[in-house]
């Protein structure tokens, strides 16, 4: 086993399982009003664009806006 620094952790970012309990619609909905609070965006617009249609959509549009610093996995 090999002992991990934290900031390799850091460095990675955001790491989402979409099979877990932070796959689901209303986390990633609240995750994207957290983090375009944080970058200082209009987050109402996000949400509303991923509300827009199905989940696919939803992730299509999470990942377009935040994709370059959250890691979605399936």
């Keep these: 086993m090999m002992i ?13 399982d979409l099979s877990g309990p ?3 619609a209303f986390y990633l909905l ?6 375009a ?3 200082e965006i ?3 617009s996000i949400v509303n664009e991923m509300r827009s249609s199905d ?9 377009d806006k935040f994709g370059e610093f959250v ?3 399936r």
Excluded: P
């Design 22 to 24: 932070d796959g689901n």
């Design 55 to 63: 989940y696919e959509h939803l992730l299509q549009v999470f990942e």
């Design 30 to 35: 609240g995750t994207a009003m957290s983090l």
């Design 37 to 39: 609070h944080q970058l």
């Design 4 to 16: 991990k620094s934290k900031d390799i952790i850091a460095a990675r970012g955001l790491e989402i």
């Design 71 to 73: 890691t979605l996995y």
């Design 42 to 44: 209009d987050g109402e």
